[in-house]
């Protein structure tokens, strides 16, 4: 199939494109979006925002993964990188609170921005574990397809050594599991929800950490 995603990715993961497994997914959401043009349920993100997490970090500059579950469902928040929303949209409580937990590991005041691309072409692949969902409903997508191919992914990162993974709540941690903890930094802790978030993941100082690790390693760090 040809599938429109960032060259070294489409290299290292061209032997999906042609599973049955994908062919499925693809027609599954090819027909969702066109039900959408058609006055069904909105679906997001826009189609060709959907692999936006590989398109703007390239395999080869993966220095840090941070897993989420789906994308956001509400009107013009996703656009293909997990826990980002475009700017001029409120911010998610999720997101406000990794903000929090920024302002407080690193000592300055948090980011104004909602667009996390600047994570991204830093080496930050913000990757979701499905990449597309219907309006409202999360986890709509969900056992389609997508999680296998986003396995898929981290399975090729595996291969690499030196990499962040920054795991929050157990489902990103069960997302990762086969990912070498001796050659690479895994970095886990509850969600940043509301739900979770004071029981752990404010005072993680997973930002630092990561900075830390990545210097340490040659690398450049982060600017959170």
């Given at each position: 199939?040809?599938?429109?995603?960032?060259?070294?990715?489409?290299?290292?993961?061209?032997?999906?494109?042609?599973?049955?497994y994908f062919i499925q997914l693809?027609?599954?959401v090819r027909d969702a979006?066109?039900?959408?043009?058609?006055?069904?349920?909105?679906?997001?993100?826009?189609?060709a925002e959907i692999f936006n997490a590989f398109n703007l970090c390239?395999?080869?500059?993966?220095?840090?993964?941070?897993?989420?579950?789906?994308?956001?469902?509400?009107?013009?928040q996703a656009h293909g990188l997990c826990?980002?929303?475009?700017?001029g949209t409120q911010f998610p409580p999720s997101l406000q609170n990794i903000y929090k937990e920024i302002a407080s590991d690193l000592g300055r005041p948090s980011a104004t921005r909602g667009d996390l691309t600047r994570?991204?072409?830093?080496?930050?692949?913000?990757?979701?574990?499905?990449?597309?969902?219907?309006?409202?409903?999360a986890a709509s997508h969900s056992s389609k397809g997508w999680e296998q191919f986003t396995d898929a992914c981290i399975r090729a990162l595996s291969a690499?050594?030196?990499?962040?993974?920054?795991?929050?709540?157990?489902?990103?941690?069960?997302?990762?599991?086969?990912?070498?903890?001796?050659?690479?930094?895994?970095?886990?802790?509850?969600?940043?929800?509301?739900?979770?978030a004071s029981r752990g993941f404010f005072g993680n100082?997973?930002?630092?950490?990561?900075?830390?690790y990545l210097a340490n390693k040659g690398a450049e760090p982060i600017e959170w």
């Open positions: 199939m040809n599938v429109k995603i960032e060259e070294s990715w489409k290299n290292a993961l061209g032997g999906e494109f042609d599973k049955p693809t027609d599954f979006y066109n039900k959408w043009a058609t006055g069904g349920p909105a679906i997001y993100p826009k189609p390239p395999l080869d500059k993966v220095k840090v993964v941070i897993i989420g579950q789906d994308p956001y469902h509400g009107p013009g826990f980002s929303v475009r700017d994570w991204a072409e830093q080496g930050v692949l913000l990757l979701n574990s499905s990449l597309t969902v219907q309006a409202h409903v690499r050594d030196g990499i962040v993974y920054i795991l929050w709540g157990s489902y990103a941690q069960k997302k990762a599991e086969f990912v070498d903890p001796l050659r690479n930094l895994v970095l886990k802790s509850v969600h940043p929800s509301p739900l979770s100082k997973h930002f630092s950490r990561t900075n830390e």
